[in-house]
């Protein structure tokens, strides 16, 4: 084994060159406490993937030092000025990746070699001189399997940013592989940045109302400790064990059923049910927890990597005997609240408390809980091409609280757990608390809140609280929609039929063109139009993966059906969108029964014809656009500015801003809602164009407006055989691409919708084509 996992060149060989910002309230918690026990390693964060694909050492080096040379963090040593402490953050830093090669070993060794690195390397502390705070350890099983351990300090590193590293990772491997260029999108935000405005927004007044409501809530505070099998030692060890229990599934569907019911979150319903077991240990009615949140509420903090968490206090009164069910309402309101003023630092809510400094125990709360929905994405797995990344459990890094206790959903269910203080509690004793936190949850009953109008307060604590299953543990979503973002869309999600007992087609659209289509499907069915365009003007987007876009689209669709079966439709672009969401939703267990693609290309399709092939295809495709849009304005049937936009002169020059002033456009047509979000179109195109879809095995319908192009260049199942190996039909329905859902279209739509969703939920024998859809063509995929 090579003596060192990430080697900081030496002063000679790092640039003289290094930019100092300030530390968070945080990092400076971290530096002190690292500094008063400097052979601790409970700060440290370890974590375990499990990687698949075309694998090699050299690869997964060169892509982790791309990653550090792009986020500053990963290249960050901490500095103390007569100013405070500072991070340094150099110009350089070269990494080196250790291998422990698993290859020639049994499984039972492989598995016993792997947790003893592993073990060691979470319990192995990163020196404050350091220049760095990230190693990793590579140890391949195989060359398509293996193991990458990757141990971070909690001064660089929060479960967010983890989710970042691990996706940028796999995408980077894959690049690599293919023989493409590393196409991250650009850092437009550090960590040092965001540390700045910290500093200056902290100082700004503006969380004056924030302090006053933790001044009010930390009043007469007084510790909550769970009494310890001995005495607290006089000086910390932070030697900690790690217990579990997997919850069964029907009880874990009863938590999320009551917590709904509640109008909470399932972290309510979990911390209630601990705050009520561990008030029955102590023997004291104020229970005392502290929860770690993100703070990343503003998009722009979304990308980056760093330790942006805070630590907050929930005090909860629970009365021996008090029903589990005021609990919950109350630690609800907490969390709320608690999120609204998530922005005053934990540093200064010790001062605020007024306890007074000591080392030897956790500052203000002994207990602490955490709820993990995911680490890295949808079923804890990151995908790209042929490389994959699942998590696995961590290592133990020592116990940073008395009692630390966490929920976490793994492919197996929901597991329980508790890292205790061994130095302080028996195995025993831990276990014992983790049974009783169980029985608390058993007794759970499904409570309806009481109903009333919501006033505007209620209304933000609901939204602050449905953030708090994204936000606790540091942890965040699979993708990067902010709560309110998620709230706004799920606003304007619209229902057709709503109350008819058929699985409803469930449209990922960017504008409500179904109207007429729901009308012709008739009421066996629900249509749910999920929008998917960003209200408000358009403006640029940072690059994402289409994956996490279309885990973003899942999260929707389970807000306005939780439960499949599913039925999902998109247009245009937005086809694909609704091909990926089918892959994750079958990953989650769940049924689609058919996917409809309305003139949606199959990504990779244009993309991945010769460089002349595809010159070809778009001079034919603009020779056929710009006459057909323009007779379109002509006619007035779309505005004649949207036409104009889509010329790169027109915008450069501003010739429509001038087209305004000269009263060019008084009379001009209507704006097309269609063509007016083609800006977000085109992102979605964009992000697509390095999406490429897995085979999919299930049913397929694609509709293909009949003025589509035809010929060698233009498949007429838009690419999809490629990518579809179940049954795929494709008809031929009337008019332009924006048209195709008017009367005529939709009667046809509707009819081979109804038709075809019959025969596969096995209502009668699948038939082909009838008269009346002579001038429609369809195409099975045997014919294809």
């Known amino acids: 084994m090579n003596s060192i996992a990430l080697d900081i060149a030496p002063a000679h060989e790092v640039e003289a060159g290094y930019a100092l910002f300030p530390a968070t309230a945080c990092q400076n918690r971290f530096w002190h406490e690292q500094k008063a026990s400097p052979r601790a390693t409970a700060l440290n964060i370890a974590f375990r993937l499990q990687l698949s694909g075309p694998?090699?050492?050299?690869?997964?080096?060169?892509?982790?030092?791309?990653?550090?040379?792009?986020?500053?963090?990963?290249?960050?040593?901490?500095?103390?000025?007569?100013?405070?402490?500072?991070?340094?953050?150099?110009?350089?830093?070269?990494?080196?990746?250790?291998?422990?090669?698993?290859?020639?070993?049994?499984?039972?060794?492989?598995?016993?070699?792997?947790?003893?690195?592993?073990?060691?390397?979470?319990?192995?502390?990163?020196?404050l001189s350091s220049s760095s705070f990230f190693r990793a350890v590579w140890l391949p099983r195989s060359r398509t399997q293996g193991e990458l351990q990757?141990?971070?300090?909690?001064?660089?590193?929060?479960?967010?940013?983890?989710?970042?590293?691990?996706?940028?990772?796999?995408?980077?491997?894959?690049?690599?592989?293919?023989?493409?260029?590393?196409?991250?999108p650009d850092v437009e935000l550090h960590h040092g940045d965001y540390a700045l405005w910290k500093q200056e927004f902290l100082g700004s007044g503006a969380l004056d109302r924030a302090r006053a409501h933790w001044r009010q809530e930390l009043q007469g505070f007084t510790r909550f400790d769970v009494p310890g099998d001995r005495p607290r030692p006089q000086e910390r060890r932070f030697q900690g064990i790690i217990r579990s229990i997997l919850l069964p599934n029907t009880l874990s569907e009863h938590l999320i059923a009551a917590a709904k019911a509640q109008g909470v979150t399932l972290f309510s319903v979990a911390a209630s049910g601990l705050a009520m077991a561990l008030q029955t240990a102590a023997g004291q009615s104020k229970v005392a927890i502290s929860t770690q949140m993100s703070v990343r509420d503003q998009q722009e903090l979304e990308g980056v990597v760093g330790p942006l968490i805070n630590t907050v206090i929930l005090r909860l009164d629970v009365a021996p005997g008090s029903p589990i069910a005021s609990v919950i309402a109350q630690c609800g309101a907490k969390l709320s609240?608690?999120?609204?003023?998530?922005?005053?630092?934990?540093?200064?809510?010790?001062?605020?408390?007024?306890?007074?400094?000591?080392?030897n125990s956790p500052p203000l709360c002994s207990v602490n809980f955490a709820l993990q929905q995911s680490f890295v994405g949808v079923g804890d797995e990151v995908r790209r091409q042929d490389f994959a990344a699942t998590t696995s459990p961590s290592f133990n890094a020592g116990a940073l609280y008395d009692l630390n206790f966490f929920m976490v959903r793994r492919p197996d269910g929901w597991r329980i757990?508790?890292?205790?203080?061994?130095?302080?509690?028996?195995?025993?004793?831990?276990?014992?608390?983790?049974?009783?936190?169980?029985?608390?949850?058993?007794?759970?009953?499904?409570?309806?809140?009481?109903?009333?109008?919501?006033?505007?307060?209620?209304?933000?604590?609901?939204?602050?609280?449905?953030?708090?299953?994204?936000?606790?543990?540091?942890?965040?979503?699979?993708?990067?929609?902010?709560?309110?973002?998620?709230?706004?869309?799920?606003?304007?999600?619209?229902?057709?039929?709503?109350?008819?007992?058929?699985?409803?087609?469930?449209?990922?659209?960017?504008t409500a063109v179904f109207y007429e289509l729901a009308r012709q499907i008739g009421d066996e069915r629900p249509v749910i139009d999920i929008p998917m365009v960003p209200e408000g003007p358009p403006r640029e987007f940072p690059q994402r993966a289409y994956e996490d876009i279309a885990?973003?689209?899942?999260?929707?669709?389970?807000?306005?059906?939780?439960?499949?079966?599913?039925?999902?439709?998109?247009?245009?672009?937005?086809?694909?969108?609704?091909?990926?969401?089918?892959?994750?939703?079958?990953?989650?267990?769940?049924?689609?029964?058919?996917?409809?693609?309305?003139?949606?290309?199959?990504?990779?399709?244009?993309?991945?014809?010769?460089?002349?092939?595809?010159?070809?295809?778009?001079?034919?495709?603009?020779?056929?656009?710009?006459?057909?849009?323009?007779?379109?304005?002509?006619?007035?049937?779309?505005?004649?500015?949207?036409?104009?936009?889509?010329?790169?002169?027109?915008?450069?020059?501003?010739?429509?801003?001038?087209?305004?002033?000269?009263?060019l456009f008084k009379n001009d047509g209507p704006n097309n809602e269609l063509a007016e979000n083609l800006w977000y179109i085109g992102h979605l195109r964009m992000q697509q164009m390095r999406y490429r879809a897995a085979p999919y095995d299930g049913h397929v319908q694609i509709f293909r407006s009949g003025q589509a192009l035809k010929g060698r260049l233009f498949a007429h199942d838009l690419g999809w055989h490629q990518v579809v190996t179940g049954k795929l039909v494709v008809t031929e329905i009337p008019g332009m691409h924006d048209q195709m859902f008017r009367a005529n279209g939709a009667a046809l739509i509707g009819r081979q919708l109804r038709e075809r969703l019959a025969a596969i939920e096995g209502k009668l024998v699948e038939s082909g084509p009838t008269e009346e859809d002579a001038s429609a063509a369809v195409l099975s995929r045997a014919e294809a």
């Not at 389970?558 to 247009?571: F, K």
């Open 150 to 184: 990757l141990t971070f300090h909690s001064l660089v590193m929060d479960g967010w940013s983890f989710a970042i590293v691990v996706r940028e990772l796999v995408e980077g491997l894959a690049a690599l592989y293919a023989g493409h260029d590393f196409d991250y």
């Open 417 to 510: 757990s508790c890292e205790g203080d061994t130095d302080l509690y028996d195995i025993e004793t831990i276990d014992r608390h983790l049974a009783r936190w169980r029985e608390m949850l058993e007794t759970v009953e499904i409570v309806e809140a009481p109903r009333q109008a919501p006033t505007p307060a209620k209304a933000a604590a609901k939204t602050a609280a449905n953030a708090a299953a994204k936000f606790a543990g540091g942890v965040g979503p699979s993708g990067f929609m902010t709560q309110a973002q998620l709230d706004a869309k799920a606003r304007n999600i619209v229902q057709f039929n709503e109350n008819a007992p058929g699985t409803p087609i469930i449209a990922l659209n960017n």
């Open 551 to 663: 885990a973003d689209a899942v999260r929707l669709i389970r807000l306005a059906r939780p439960t499949g079966p599913y039925i999902l439709m998109g247009h245009c672009v937005l086809g694909a969108l609704a091909v990926e969401a089918a892959h994750q939703l079958r990953r989650e267990g769940e049924t689609v029964e058919l996917v409809i693609l309305n003139d949606s290309w199959c990504p990779g399709y244009r993309e991945d014809m010769p460089w002349y092939d595809r010159l070809l295809r778009k001079i034919r495709v603009r020779a056929y656009d710009i006459p057909r849009d323009f007779r379109a304005a002509r006619r007035r049937e779309t505005s004649m500015v949207v036409f104009l936009k889509q010329f790169r002169t027109v915008r450069w020059f501003h010739l429509i801003a001038l087209g305004h002033k000269l009263g």
């Open 55 to 127: 694998l090699d050492a050299a690869s997964i080096e060169q892509v982790l030092g791309e990653l550090v040379a792009r986020h500053e963090i990963l290249r960050t040593g901490f500095l103390m000025t007569g100013a405070g402490l500072r991070q340094q953050v150099w110009s350089r830093a070269d990494f080196r990746l250790e291998v422990v090669d698993l290859s020639g070993f049994d499984d039972k060794a492989a598995v016993a070699e792997a947790e003893r690195v592993g073990v060691q390397q979470a319990r192995t502390p990163f020196e």
């Open 337 to 359: 609240d608690a999120i609204e003023h998530l922005h005053v630092p934990f540093e200064e809510m010790i001062e605020i408390a007024g306890e007074p400094a000591d080392n």
